[in-house]
């Protein structure tokens, strides 16, 4: 089992573009969960998905577009990068909510 | 509004010595409580857990408290090791709102050889 993975790991981006950071999982979790993490600031809920085809938006979600076509896969879009969105992303599945399992981050620049 | 706050940002003890770490909440519908642990560039991996309905949980070296009266739950790691440094986050949820996980901001423990 890989656990849950991301990709990329690190990205740097320019005001303005967009990029879709993936995820994946293969323990065939119904809940996935992407959340950022800032200096001082925890790990802030941007959006999850309690099953294929259905999302929500957590306590961050502005600026951020997911869907979930499959049990596996959770991306998460930005549209249009803003330096506020400099962060360390993280991806997180679970069974059934609750304890979740993370992927190793992604580190993303926004210049 | 923090529902969960971890009110020491960091804590630094002496290997083989007890580490504590504290947690209060304020959100008495909460009935999950959890504990994760967090090292530099890598993502945060669970460590234990407590349901409402208990007051203690350990697995081998964690210990985790829960005082539902005081709002308040701790980790002790004893004895504490130099791999323990990392920052740990406690956490919470209600089984029968969505599960969404409610996060503290963290405490950086140092275990010093």
């Known amino acids: 089992n890989a656990g849950v993975t991301q990709t990329p790991k690190f990205q740097v981006l320019k005001t303005g573009q967009s990029m879709t950071l993936q995820c994946a999982q293969d323990?065939?979790?119904?809940?996935m969960s992407w959340y950022r993490q800032d200096p001082g600031m925890g790990l802030r809920l941007i959006h999850y998905?309690?099953?294929?085809?259905?999302?929500d938006q957590g306590e961050v979600p502005n600026g951020y577009n997911v869907s979930r076509s499959t049990t596996e896969d959770f991306p998460l879009r930005l549209l249009s990068a803003a330096p506020s969105q400099t962060s360390v992303y993280f991806c997180a599945s679970s069974a059934t909510g609750g304890t979740q399992y993370f992927g190793p981050g992604t580190r993303l620049l926004v210049l | 509004d923090q529902q969960v706050k971890q009110n020491s940002p960091s804590l630094s003890v002496q290997e083989g010595r007890i580490s504590i770490l504290n947690c209060d909440y304020t959100n008495s519908m909460f009935d999950y409580f959890l504990w994760y642990k967090k090292y530099p560039a890598e993502g945060p991996t669970f460590l234990i857990s407590i349901s409402s309905i208990k007051d203690k949980n350990e697995d081998g070296r964690f210990t985790v408290f829960l005082n539902k009266s005081a709002k308040h739950l701790s980790l002790h790691i004893v004895p504490s090791q130099p791999g323990d440094s990392a920052v740990y986050f406690c956490a919470a949820y209600n089984a029968g709102n969505n599960r969404k996980l409610i996060w503290g901001l963290g405490t950086s423990l140092a275990v010093n050889p």
């Open positions: 998905s309690v099953g294929a085809g259905i999302t």
């Open positions: 323990m065939n979790h119904e809940y």
